[in-house]
C-alpha cells in the first residue's frame, strides 16, 4: 500500500519516544541513568486512596461500564475542592465532566470545538497535548508567548483583530509544564477581558494548581468574576495524589463547553472503571496531609537540586511550582540544538532531561528536568554534572571530532 495517512503525517514521533530510547538503550547497557526526563511522580499513590480502590474493586457490582460524565460522587467531590480551594461554585449536574486523565478530557474537547481550519491559540513551548489535541483535530495553531504578561495579552488581541478565520478558542495552563511559570488573578483577569471582547473561549489547564512552593498558591481562571461564561479549566489528580497511572481527572466550568465534551465522550468511551472514580472521590473529600506532604517533598527536591546544579557550574531558575525547573542550557553548551545537549548530557553522565523543542519550536535553547528522583540523586547528578562542566571544552571537543 501506497498510502499516507494525513493524520499521522501531522503527528511526529512523541518527543518523549526519542528520550526514552536513549534511555532504554543507556540502561541495556547497564549504566545508572538518573531520570530527570519525564514527568511521571516517582512515589507511591497514599494508602487511604489506594485501600479505597481495593475495596471498590472486590465488589462484583463495580465491575461493569461505568458512566462517561463520572459518577454523580465525584463530580460533587471536585465541586466541593472548587469551593474550597477556590471560592467557587460548581454545579456537579453541568458544569463537571471527569475524564480519563486530563489528557483526554483536553483531546476530547479539542475535536468537539474544533472543525477543520480552525484558528486556536496556544502558547510555545506547551504541554504537547494543548498544541497537538488541535492538530489532531485540524485545526490552525497560532504561537502565543508562554509568559503571563501585557505580551501575551496583546498577542491575545492582535490575533484576534487579523486571523482568519477568527480564533475559537486560546489554551492557557499556569503553573506551566515546561516552563514552571505562574500567574496571577490580576493576570486571568486581563485574558478573560480579552477574551470576552473577542468572543473566544479559554481552555485554562491547572494540572499543577496544588504543587506550589513557599505558600505561593496559584489561582483558578474560574475565580475571575464571569470566566464561566466562557472558559472551562482542566483538573488533574496525577500530580496532586500522585495518581498519574489511574487516568483521572476533569473538566470543569461554561456549561455549553461541558456539554459539547460530555457528547463527544459518551460516544468516545464509558469513563474510568468505576473503582477508581470512588478512590479518586476519596482522594478529593478524604485527608489532605498527603498533599502537603507532596509538595513538600518536591519544594525540598527544587531547592537541592537548583543548589547543587549551581555549585556543579549550571545556573537554574528556581521553579515557583510544578515539579519541573526550565532552563536554558549552559553557556559552554549554547551553539548545540537542546536535542544534541540531552544526547550528550546522557551519553557523559547518565543524567537524562527533556529537550525544549519537544515542547514546540520556541523551547528550542532549552531543556526540562522532572524532579523525579529523591534528594540523594540528585546530589549524585550534581556530582557528575561537576565533573561535565569541568572537563566541557574536552567533551565538546571529542564531540566535534565524532560529528566530523
Ligand atoms: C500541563 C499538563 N496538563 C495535563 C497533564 C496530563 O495530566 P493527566 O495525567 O491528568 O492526563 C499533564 C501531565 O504531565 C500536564 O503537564
Sequence with gaps: ?????HQIRSLPPYVFAEVNEMKAKAKAEGRDVIDFGMGNPDQPTPQHIVDKLCEAANNPKMHGYSTSIGIPELRKALSSYYGRRFNVDLDPETEVVSSIGSKEGLASLAKAITSPGDTILVPNPSYPIHLFGFIIAGGFLKPMPIKPDENLIKAIDHAARYSVPKPTAVVISYPSNPTALMADLSFYEEVVKVCKKHDIYILSDIAYAELYFDGNKPPSMLQVKGAKDITVEFYSLSKTYNMP????????????????????????????????????????????DCVEEIRTMYQGRRDVLISSFAKAGWNIPKPPA??????????????????????????????????????????????RLAIVENEARIQQAAKELERFMANSSKILEDYERRKA
Design 1 to 5: 500500500m501506497e498510502q499516507e495517512f
Design 245 to 288: 497511572g489511574w487516568r483521572i481527572g476533569f473538566a470543569a466550568g461554561n456549561k455549553k463547553l461541558i456539554a459539547a465534551l460530555t457528547r463527544v465522550k459518551s460516544y468516545l468511551d464509558y469513563g474510568s472503571f468505576t473503582p477508581i472514580q470512588l478512590a479518586a472521590t476519596e482522594a478529593l473529600n478524604g485527608p489532605q
Design 322 to 367: 510544578t515539579m519541573f525547573a526550565w532552563s536554558a542550557l549552559p553557556e559552554q553548551f549554547k551553539h548545540l540544538s537542546s536535542m544534541e545537549f540531552t544526547k550528550l548530557l546522557l551519553n557523559e553522565t547518565g543524567i537524562a532531561v527533556s529537550p525544549g523543542d519537544g515542547f514546540g519550536e520556541f523551547g528550542e535553547g532549552f531543556v
